[in-house]
């Protein structure tokens, strides 16, 4: 990183936020960094900060639509934390403006269309500092854990085989719902229901893209449906793994309904359709928190190529506050960078940036995740894959 600026401040921008804020939280508890919180309108110290957190909070009025403010208070940061949203409508102007500064960025959305658009500037003008974008749950520690499980367990063994399952369930807010519309339409490449096997995106009728799951409770049997992840593409290719298959479901019944019907409307061709759809899906999954806790889990379940032994390992996450879950991720990440830990420069995912193992220590230090590693017998009753 050029013109290291190691006392210098990190830069939360939304820290007023879901997200924004448990990232704040858990840098001023397990790190000694100060903090810039920053906000589009002046606010005051939020009430969660301690009397002896407060020396190390300021506050800034800063609005990510006004480049030449962002660009300068990019520069006066150490590092930045980028917790705004929309995704779709922030576009790459942070990242472009950290590039620039020479400041890393953790972003806490971005998805694919931020990725692309960042690798395809890298190749015209290599980044000198790290951006990490896609730092949450999903995508984020949707990569991280099956990353750890292979870099822990596989002991130098091929994986032939990756089955990953995510649910999820939350009151959504506004800006979350609003790329979680944008996002059902694939970013303009929508696959369908498939997977990877090989090098090769392989597509599936409906009838074979079903896979029944069980997690703890207060999971339980949820049934999940294929869909194509890049964080998992990308994964996959690391590892050399033979066949990829991700499934996914929305758990909350209303947030279900909505994103079935925001996709058959195809509610994600245009901002205006995906701000209704977005209105929608933040009201729906609000309403089914009234009688559900918020929720998320993944299962990640392996198989090692027969020529490598065979033999198969599995495991489950499950937590229960997505979103203090999902800062706590993006303010461990931040704190990888800050300790060295990350790599030098360039565009990366959660997965390509953070040693898994130091990063899963830290999270589960927590106590926000349930973590159990299960025998093959558990992790083929627990999912009854169709494809
Ligand atoms: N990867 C994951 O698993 C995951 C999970 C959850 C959320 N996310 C992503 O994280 C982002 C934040 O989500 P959230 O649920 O925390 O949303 P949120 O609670 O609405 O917070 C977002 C904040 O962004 C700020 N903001 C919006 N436009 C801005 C602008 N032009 N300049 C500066 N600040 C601006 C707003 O702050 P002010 O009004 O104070 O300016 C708002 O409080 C979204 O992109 C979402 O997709 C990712």
Known sequence: MNERND???????????????????????????????????????PAWVTPAWAQR???QTLDSAQPEALQAACAQARLVVSCIGPSGVVGDRVARACKRARRPLIDAGGYDPLLHALEAAEREAPSEVPLVINVGLLPGLSGLFPHWLIETRAAGRAVAQLDLHYVGRDAWTYN????????????????????????????????R?????????????VTTMLIYAEEIVRLALRH?????????????????????????????RSPGDVDRGARWL?????????????????????????????????????????????????????????DGEGPAAGVFMLHEAVPPE??????????????????????????????
């Open 176 to 207: 979350s719902a609003w790329d979680i519309v944008n996002s059902l339409g694939g970013f303009g490449e929508d696959r369908g229901f498939c997977y990877l096997q090989g090098q090769r995106v392989v597509s599936v009728p409906m009838r």
């Open 282 to 338: 933040a009201a729906a999954s609000a309403r089914d928190l009234r009688k559900q806790a918020p929720a998320y889990g993944i299962r990640a379940a392996l198989r090692y190529r027969d020529d490598d032994g065979g033999g198969s390992d599995s495991a489950v996450l499950v937590l229960s506050d997505t979103y203090r879950a999902t800062g706590t991720v993006a303010g461990i990440a931040a704190q990888c960078l800050l």
């Open 209 to 221: 893209a079903a896979s029944k799951v069980a997690f703890p409770e207060p999971i339980g049997q």
């Open 7 to 45: 006392d210098g401040k990190i830069l939360i921008l939304g820290g007023f936020g879901r997200v924004g804020q448990e990232a704040a939280r858990y840098l001023l508890a397990a790190t000694g960094a100060r903090i810039v919180l920053a906000s589009r309108s002046p606010r005051t110290l």
């Open 57 to 59: 909070v300021t506050l």
């Open 358 to 387: 130091r990063f899963m220590q830290r999270l589960q230090a927590q106590g926000l995740v349930r973590i159990a590693h299960e025998d093959r017998g558990a992790a083929v009753a627990a999912a009854q894959v169709s494809a």
């Open 240 to 268: 050399d793994i033979d066949t990829a298959r991700v499934y996914g479901a929305n758990i909350g019944p209303r947030a279900a309904l909505v994103c079935l019907l925001a996709k058959l409307l195809r509610l994600y």
